[in-house]
């Protein structure tokens, strides 16, 4: 059995896919969101660039935590998630709210 590749440190972080699926919104709703959302990298979300974390992105997508047409993931904290939330159709009371990590 391989070895996982994704380190420890991203244990809780939510793909924008598992956001869009906990809230039963369609493709690209969390990625709209997130636009709108002022979050701050390294503390509120990850940007995994392919060329840097290509391996971890496909282990990511394997897993079916990231669409796969996705190039670069974006990573959401449990605290960049409260922040996005309220930027989600629905608002924070839209969808249920729980994603596993």
């Known amino acids: ?3 996982s590749t994704i380190p420890d440190d991203y244990a809780g972080w939510r793909s924008l896919r598992e956001i869009d699926q906990a809230h039963g919104l369609p493709k690209g709703s969390a ?3 997130f636009k709108r959302a002022r979050l ?4 509120d979300f990850l940007y995994l660039a392919a060329e840097r974390h290509g391996e971890i992105i496909a282990e990511l997508k394997a897993a079916g ?3 796969r047409s996705t190039v670069h993931a974006v990573l959401i904290s ?3 998630y409260e922040k996005l939330q309220q930027f989600l159709p629905g608002g924070a009371e839209g969808g249920t709210g ?3 990590a």
């Open 98 to 100: 729980s994603v596993s």
């Open 31 to 33: 990625f709209r969101a």
């Open 40 to 43: 701050t990298e390294g503390e």
């Open 78 to 80: 449990a605290r960049g």
């Open 1 to 3: 059995m391989p070895v």
């Open 65 to 67: 935590r990231l669409y």
